[in-house]
Every structure is written in structure tokens, then in C-alpha cells.
């Protein structure tokens, strides 16, 4: 019994990873399209900087070009699944331009999908800022 509750955890697994790979390279194509049927309309996605939004204001700040992806590269650490919810958690290195500014960082990542309707979306995004090594 054990062994098929694995197996479709892992076939979630390969669906939401998936799924998510297609996000970051709608986010890079400014793929608008892609990006509403990805992301769940209860949507919070909360930035490394602290700042919460919601699916439709994260939707306006890409398509105003006020923040402009040119880089993701996403590392998996955890992945879950129970049901109707995936959760992912890894490490994510960022490349932007917000305001006409560059942006870079290095984050932690907790993304939460839920399926309904038989497809799954992104319902929750929540990232922090890597702490910063430092040598002595």
C-alpha cells in the first residue's frame, strides 16, 4: 500500500514541478496567458522583500513592466503532496528589474498548489532572502 501512495506522490511530483517550470518560463516570456491558468485566483504570492500580493496585483506589476524577470533558477530541497495539495520548498536565485532598476537575490521558497477541477495552480508563493554567508 505504501509503495502506491509513493508512486502517486511522486507522479504529483512530476505534474506540479511541471506546472512550475512552466510558470518560470511564462514569468521570463511574459507569458500572460500561461501565467492566469497557472496561478489560483485565491492566489497570495509574498515576496522576498516582504511585500504580499495578490494574483491580480502580482499580474499588473509584470504586465506594467514595473517588475521584469530576466533570470530564474529554482533548486528543489522538499516536495509533498496530500490529495488535492502539493507544497515545494528549495532555494531560488533571482534576476530582475523592478522600477527600472536591477534586482538580484538568492531566496528560500515555499510554494503551495491545490488541484480542483482537475488541474493544478499555484495558490501560495512565500519567499525570504538567503542569509548571506559570512567568513571569519
Do not use: N
Not at 65 to 70: D, E, F, P, S, T
Request: aromatic share 8%; charged share 30%; proline share 1%.
Amino acid at each position: 500500500m505504501q509503495a502506491i501512495a509513493d508512486m502517486k506522490e511522486s507522479l504529483i511530483g512530476v505534474i506540479v514541478q511541471s506546472r512550475d517550470d512552466a510558470r518560470c518560463e511564462a514569468m521570463l516570456g511574459r507569458d500572460f496567458v500561461t501565467l492566469e491558468t497557472l496561478l489560483d485566483d485565491a492566489l497570495t504570492y509574498t515576496h522576498s522583500t516582504g511585500v504580499t500580493e495578490s494574483k491580480s496585483q502580482y499580474l499588473d506589476a509584470l504586465r506594467s513592466g514595473r517588475v521584469k524577470y530576466l533570470g530564474l533558477k529554482r533548486e528543489l530541497d522538499h516536495f509533498h503532496a496530500w490529495g488535492s495539495c502539493a507544497v515545494m520548498q528549495g532555494r531560488l536565485r533571482v534576476e530582475a528589474e523592478v522600477d527600472g532598476q536591477p534586482y538580484r537575490t538568492r531566496a528560500l521558497f515555499t510554494s503551495t498548489w491545490v488541484r480542483q477541477e482537475g488541474e493544478w495552480t499555484m495558490a501560495a508563493w512565500a519567499s525570504t532572502r538567503e542569509k548571506e554567508e559570512t567568513t571569519a
